[in-house]
């Protein structure tokens, strides 16, 4: 009896010690993977992010951002004659003369994930495809998307057009500080009024499952199986071809959490369960901590330029971070001040406060003057109320003199008046 006691005791322990060892980390079907904080871009899983892919039409968030930052939403575009005869793929069927605005093509661009969009889009503010791809390349490098190359502005197939799931989510965070983007990414229908060319209005919905699905087909996450829809997301793009595969750029926000996740070249509707178990992973692991709130006095400094004077500081910026739940208590913090030359002027940086865990920065804030900082204790408000004083004396005892000098004269003039009067009466 006690054997088997101690034998079930001992598998027990086993099954709990297996337990314990089970990892958090989300299963991800596709091929490459990445989940980061969209505010920070700090990494919180991945798998082979850095692995160069075709990217489909997950390339239009570069086009689209591209075009809102170059011109507006009422801008009017029309139509080549090339552009409808010469593009594969989803299409609105634009027709050649046709005329829209920026804001349709966008729509049209960002939720059926129209070809024929992202080519006029292109051409008309780039002038050729050509000189708007150098550019959508040039974007890249300003942002820091190294691995990335750009042959077209739409994602269809070429040897010579790849990124990687780190340059995607990158470019994603990006694109998402754009409020009009944003609108656009989250939006789930559209429709295009009649135009020159069509007498009837199009409609279309997002292709994107996570923001609105009616189909039946089902995704398994956590054990059981749902719907691809996910409450929580906030956009943003879809992508296939053959040699792509399945793609998917997707952003959501939950109680102040912001994620972005990408997945790429899996199969189906794998790219929603990826997103499902990256999203559950972050928003079940980390948390949106604010590590110090703008304003915030930090400490006085000691300045030695001819006298002796401390000047306090005080945070620019709140500084919110991404951080795993339950490492608030390993998080240290220094201040660094720089070398400081008198005047400050009010708000002048002179130094940062970081924010460290585990050795590794995760955050840091400018430190800046809270008031105008002068040269020397004379011209600080205390001293110039101080010299207004003397000056002010100084002035009172120099019209004093005056007066008074004024006064002799006039006194003098009266006693020689005085005189004369009293010599005049005399003599007569």
Do not use: W
Request: with cysteine.
């Amino acid at each position: 009896m006690i054997k088997k006691v101690i034998a079930y005791f001992f598998v027990f322990s086993i099954f709990l010690l297996n337990t314990n060892k089970v990892s958090a980390e989300p299963n991800i079907l596709s091929d490459t993977a990445i989940l980061i904080d969209a505010k920070t871009g700090t990494l919180l899983a991945e798998k082979n992010a850095d692995q160069k892919m075709y990217p489909a039409s997950l390339t239009k968030i570069m086009t689209a951002i591209l075009a809102i930052e170059m011109g507006n939403l009422s801008d009017v575009l029309t139509v080549d004659e090339d552009t409808p005869y010469e593009i594969e793929g989803s299409h609105i069927a634009l027709e050649p003369g046709e005329i829209l605005t920026l804001k349709d093509l966008l729509y049209a661009l960002m939720l059926p994930s129209a070809n024929d969009a992202a080519s006029a889009i292109a051409k008309h503010y780039g002038g050729s495809t050509e000189k708007f791809v150098n550019l959508m390349n040039e974007k890249a490098k300003e942002l820091g998307a190294y691995n990335t190359h750009f042959a077209n502005p739409h994602g269809l197939h070429d040897e010579n057009h790849y990124t990687t799931a780190a340059d995607l989510a990158l470019i994603t965070k990006y694109a998402m500080t754009n409020e009009t983007f944003k609108k656009i990414v989250s939006t789930v229908k559209y429709e295009i009024q009649t135009t020159n060319k069509k007498s009837e209005v199009r409609y279309f919905t997002t292709l994107n499952k996570l923001l609105y699905n009616t189909s039946s087909n089902q995704i398994y996450v956590n054990g059981v199986y749902i719907s691809p829809f996910y409450e929580y997301a906030t956009g943003a793009k879809t992508g296939y071809t053959p040699e792509a595969g399945n793609c998917l750029v997707a952003t959501a926000t939950k109680d102040g959490t912001d994620l972005i996740a990408v997945t790429m070249h899996g199969v189906s509707l794998e790219m929603y369960q990826d997103a499902h178990n990256l999203f559950n992973y972050g928003f079940n692991e980390y948390k949106s901590t604010t590590l110090i709130s703008k304003n915030t006095y930090i400490k006085n400094i000691e300045i030695k330029n001819g006298d002796s004077r401390e000047i306090s500081v005080i945070t620019e910026s709140d500084l919110t971070t991404l951080m795993k739940k339950g490492s608030d208590n390993n998080i240290e913090s220094n201040v660094v001040i720089n070398d400081i030359t008198l005047p400050l002027e009010k708000n002048q940086v002179i130094g940062k406060i970081e924010y460290t865990l585990d050795g590794e920065i995760i955050g840091s804030v400018n430190l800046i003057t809270p008031i105008k900082v002068k040269s020397t204790l004379t011209e600080e408000d205390g001293g110039s109320f101080i010299m207004g004083i003397f000056k002010f004396l100084g002035t009172l005892v120099i019209f004093s003199v005056i007066a008074l000098f004024l006064l002799k004269i006039y006194n003098d003039i009266r006693i020689k008046i005085n005189r004369r009067k009293r010599r005049k009466k005399y003599n007569s």
